[in-house]
């Protein structure tokens, strides 16, 4: 009843609606915490958590949260050659040009512009890969890609904190010792194995919340679309 009137269908449904999203919004903030509190305790059997200080500033949740997206949907797409990550190089190639290419574009140009791969340097990434058989990129190069989400300066930070922490590691390419710049970076895959898993949490956080009512309901409407 609200306000002594039945409640009808339409009501109802928006409230199952209004309910499950904050469920979902619950799940969601439950499992990135669980996985940032994983991750914690795993630096902390390096050093005290005082001495990652990229990972534990104020931003550092998000930081760490959006590297380890990349690393991990490298993986779970199948972007780890180097035939995928050569149209995954020029996929960013193109978004950053569209961008800046946009008369609204907010941010740095000059910056920007950095962060587009010439032939020759996308030459050198593929090669690597190639070698090393892994998706391994220099730490300049994780900080063009991840351009979007963080500055090239924070990445390099927060790469010196997850490979002083060992969760990291660099990857020797003896045909490129001439190139001093190029310190290859890998994941030991802590990282995304931790995600993955904060995922198939959430997931079935949200999987317990609907009831058999409910699911037999949407697969009702389903079939009849």
């Not at 915490?33 to 958590?49: D, G, I, S, Y």
């Not at 569209?98 to 941010?107: A, I, R, T, V, Y």
């Amino acid at each position: 009843m609200k306000g002594g009137t039945p409640v009808n269908e339409t009501d109802k449904k928006a409230q199952f609606s209004l309910l499950h999203a904050f469920e979902t919004v619950e799940a969601s903030l439950r499992t990135e915490n669980w996985f940032f509190e994983t991750v914690r305790a795993e630096l902390q059997k390096t050093a005290p958590l005082s001495d990652f200080p990229t990972i534990m500033g104020s931003n550092g949740h998000d930081y760490l949260l959006h590297f380890t997206q990349f690393m991990f949907f490298l993986r779970a797409l199948d972007c780890t050659d180097a035939a995928q990550i050569s149209v995954f190089i020029d996929s960013h190639n193109d978004k950053i040009n569209g961008q800046l290419n946009d008369p609204d574009f907010g941010k740095s140009p000059k910056e920007f512009q950095k962060a587009i791969f010439k032939p020759d340097r996308k030459a050198k990434i593929l090669d690597s890969i190639r070698a090393l058989g892994a998706p391994v990129f220099a730490i300049y190069e994780f900080g063009h890609l991840l351009i979007d989400d963080m500055s090239p300066k924070t990445t390099e930070k927060l790469i010196e904190d997850l490979r002083f922490g060992k969760l990291l590691e660099r990857r020797e390419d003896d045909r490129l010792e001439a190139d001093a710049k190029r310190v290859l970076i890998a994941s030991t895959g802590f990282l995304e194995d931790t995600y993955k898993m904060s995922l198939l949490m959430q997931r079935r956080m949200i999987a317990e919340s609907i009831t058999d009512e409910e699911i037999a309901a949407a697969r009702s409407a389903a079939q009849a679309d």
